[in-house]
């Protein structure tokens, strides 16, 4: 089974009319203004799994700062979950600063079938993954519904990009801290987080910690599969495109010629998901 962690989709009114939605929302114009930055649909999506033999997507849509558009596109990633049971699996994108609003909304989502909190997008909506006050009511969510948080990590040095952000390893590390029990991916490898993994403190609060490789092949030589697999195991690599930011195979290509052995890189494409997700 290959299972692709990480992809973003849009209902079909957002792709067709781009520009109403960046002048709705001042994040989304920072990411997807440019035409050639894509925005993909369900249906997108569902053909690219086909041409690329992935089964099962998780998928979310974007963290707006309108938290009109959260729920417009949480309906939509929910619909698609029913029309394509067993090959797509929803989290609810939020605004956590919204308060009562956005607590409500994620109980809703997770009532529908949704498996998770994600892509948590501070630096797009003014908020920290550091704010624990602000983040614990939907931290009591995830617990009642056993949900699975998946944030955004950004890269403290390196080149910058758009959508880099600035959720730091301190961001992350005080997350872990006050929620130690929460199933976290942490995306595009958090950050460069399992390097600090050969602290033993940060090994510790990092024991239910997953690592996508969402975007990978803009950030890093493919080397780092096997390294981080030494660092903190293999079963803790998620195979995660970004898609359509990145086609499916050309990351599922990047964990294969990585260097790793033939049954880790079936661990990293899929089985490591399987049971994350306990298929």
Not at 55 to 78: A, H, K, P, R
Not at 90 to 115: F, K, N, S, W
Not at 137 to 152: A, D, G, Y
Not at 163 to 176: C, E, M, S
Request: contains cysteine; proline residues 5%; glycine residues 8%.
């Amino acid at each position: 089974m290959l299972i692709d962690f990480h992809t973003h989709i849009f209902p079909p009114d957002i792709q067709h009319h781009r520009e109403r939605y960046c002048a709705r929302d001042p994040w989304f114009d920072t990411l997807y203004s440019d035409p050639r930055a894509r925005i993909a649909t369900a249906e997108d999506l569902i053909a690219e799994m086909a041409e690329s033999t992935v089964d099962v997507s998780v998928t979310f849509s974007f963290g707006w700062t309108d938290t009109g558009l959260i729920e417009e596109t949480n309906n939509y990633v929910i619909d698609v979950m029913r029309r394509y049971p067993g090959r797509i699996y929803g989290m609810a994108v939020l605004q956590p600063a919204a308060g009562t609003h956005a607590v409500r909304e994620l109980d809703r989502c997770a009532r529908a079938g949704m498996i998770g909190l994600g892509e948590l997008m501070p630096h797009g909506q003014g908020y920290k993954l550091s704010d624990i006050p602000l983040l614990t009511p939907l931290i009591e969510v995830v617990r009642q519904h056993q949900l699975i948080v998946l944030s955004h990590c950004s890269e403290p040095i390196g080149h910058i990009y758009p959508g880099k952000g600035d959720v730091t390893l301190q961001d992350i590390v005080t997350f872990l801290t006050a929620f130690p029990d929460v199933r976290f991916v942490a995306a595009h490898w958090g950050g460069g987080l399992p390097f600090y993994c050969l602290m033993p403190e940060i090994q510790r609060i990092t024991a239910n910690v997953w690592y996508d490789t969402a975007a990978t092949a803009y950030l890093y030589r493919n080397t780092i599969l096997p390294v981080v697999a030494q660092l903190v195991g293999v079963e803790r690599i998620l195979f995660a495109s970004d898609y359509g930011l990145l086609r499916q195979q050309r990351i599922m290509d990047y964990v294969a010629q990585s260097g790793l052995d033939t049954e880790d890189v079936e661990k990293v494409l899929g089985r490591n998901a399987q049971s994350l997700l306990g298929l």
